[in-house]
């Protein structure tokens, strides 16, 4: 199979239309089988329940070559099931977890020219989504529904090594207590983004959400979760309802535990013990880990000491042994990688 003459290395974090996507509709009362085509156009009527009051939800991961030439992505299944919790929580109707896996690989097959070589750092995004495409004008559930897959490929996260990055602690909250903070709905991210381009606009790079309730312990930011590495090399992590859960959190969590040795806690973190911890990161897909350097509180500067330079050490060790595990270099734990081609 001959790849797609892209300069891989340099790929920005943008969409490229790629030859396949996955379409499947949800219609009285059943998911059809779905299949590929080639239209990237979404026909719906113009008072479709995702128009009107925002019914959808989405996914991502990412597919990869490994070092010995297989395509591959990570942890599917997990994906599937956080978006069947999205879907129960909007009142739409779940795809099937099996389903969703084999849908994700069927269209990352069929988009093989599309997926970066292995060692140019780039990635084929994977979007899975879904949204009410029947008529609403009374404030209720859809009808009929839409699931889709669409593949783009992505450049390497950070060009030239993870540079840490500043962010401030929000005016804004992310997610209402008891509300939808937990799963993966667009609706969460459009309420971030005047909170990101201000912060962006006053040259922070992220927002740091506190708990909305009492607005004294760390939740996430708009797309990544907190992990922080204690002075005496313990790996922290928000514990919230309101909290998005990450499955690449999860995983370091593991990883942590089980091939470093070292010992987690998932509890609440009040802001007031940030100051005490040795590093501190972001964890996601997209960036697997992006190290914070500093982390600024109105007038309160909290200056990390693993400093501005460079991720620091444990949280490097994390890094190296999560994306050698997705890259086929350090043994994956049972069921971890999808073997796709
Ligand atoms: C998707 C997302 C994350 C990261 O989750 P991963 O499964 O690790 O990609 C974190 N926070 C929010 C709000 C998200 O939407």
């Not at 490994?66 to 990570?74: A, L, N, P, W």
């Not at 997610?175 to 606009?201: E, F, Q, V």
């Not at 100051?275 to 960036?287: H, I, N, R, W, Y």
Request: glycine share 8%; proline share 6%.
């Amino acid at each position: 199979m001959e790849k797609k003459n892209l300069d891989w290395a340099n790929l920005s974090f943008s969409y490229i239309k790629t030859d396949k996507r996955f379409v499947a509709n949800y219609k009285n009362g059943a998911w059809e089988d779905g299949q590929l085509i080639d239209d990237d156009k979404v026909v719906i009527t113009e008072c479709a329940g995702v128009l009107q009051y925002s019914q959808s939800c989405f996914e991502g991961l990412k597919a990869y070559t490994t070092e010995d030439g297989h395509v591959v992505c990570f942890r599917p299944d997990l994906n599937a099931q956080r978006m069947e919790d999205s879907c129960r929580r909007l009142e739409m109707p779940v795809f099937p977890a099996a389903r969703f896996v084999d849908a994700v690989v069927e269209t990352v097959r069929a988009n093989l020219a599309w997926v970066p070589p292995y060692g140019s750092g780039a990635t084929l995004y994977i979007r899975p989504y879904m949204f009410a495409s029947s008529a609403v004008i009374g404030v209720k559930p859809a009808d009929e529904y839409q699931f889709r897959i669409l593949v783009t490929p992505v450049g390497p996260y950070f060009k030239g090594g993870a540079k840490p990055i500043t962010i401030r602690v929000s005016d804004f909250d992310r997610a209402a207590p008891r509300g939808t903070g937990n799963i993966k709905a667009g609706l969460n991210y459009a309420m971030s983004l005047h909170p990101i381009m201000d912060a962006h606009r006053q040259g922070y790079a992220e927002n740091m959400y506190l708990d909305p309730a009492t607005r004294t312990k760390v939740e996430e930011t708009g797309g990544a979760n907190f992990i922080f590495i204690t002075k005496d090399g313990k790996l922290v992590t928000p514990k919230s309802d309101s909290i998005l859960p990450s499955i690449t959190r999860r995983s370091l969590l593991y990883v942590a535990q089980h091939y470093l040795n070292m010992e987690v806690e998932e509890r609440e973190v009040p802001l007031t013990e940030v100051p005490s911890f040795a590093e501190v990161g972001l964890c996601g897909t997209a960036a697997v880990i992006s190290p914070v350097g500093k982390i600024v509180n109105h007038d309160e500067e909290i200056c990390v000491p693993s400093g501005m330079d460079a991720m620091g050490p444990v949280l490097t060790k994390l890094y190296d042994t999560l994306t050698g595990i997705q890259m086929g270099r350090i043994e994956a734990p049972e069921g971890w990688i999808k073997h796709i081609a």
